[in-house]
């Protein structure tokens, strides 16, 4: 499948998945707010590869994983995390991407400098495909 910056921003909004394609991505636009307003989140059993399609974001990121047992579970294997260190300051703008392991603390769409709508791709890999 094509995976290019080209054929991501030509494609639709929603789920795009290839047939028989372990992973699957969803593609669509995204609001961007001050980073006090956000939270950190993780996921135990897929990978994120977060790419922008147009506009910018900034992301903060830790390394060391922070999952504790009781974290809220916002929805299937999105965790949010209670406290997370953030060694990394990302500026993401089109065509820039960023990838995320399982257990792996991101704060996105954070505004770079005021609160705007970007369009963003992000991959889901389940952590079978990464460690095979």
């Known amino acids: 499948p ?4 080209q054929a991501l921003t030509a494609r639709d909004d929603g789920r795009w998945q290839p047939q028989d394609a372990g992973w699957f991505c969803h593609i669509g636009p ?5 980073r006090a307003g956000g939270h950190t ?7 994120d590869i977060q ?3 147009a506009g910018e974001e900034r992301i903060y990121a830790g390394t060391l994983p922070v999952g504790q047992p009781g ?3 916002r929805k299937p294997d999105l965790f949010i995390a ?3 260190e953030h060694g990394v300051a990302i500026r993401l703008g089109a065509g820039d991407f960023a990838v995320f392991y399982p257990g792996e603390p991101h704060q996105a769409l954070c505004a770079v400098t005021v609160p705007e709508t970007v369009r963003k791709a992000v991959f889901k890999v389940p952590r079978a495909m990464l460690e095979g």
């Open 2 to 5: 094509d995976c290019s910056l």
């Open 30 to 34: 995204a609001q961007t707010q001050p």
């Open 41 to 47: 989140e993780y996921h135990r059993q897929w990978a």
């Open 51 to 53: 790419v922008v399609l």
């Open 71 to 73: 974290d809220e579970e």
């Open 82 to 84: 209670g406290s997370a």
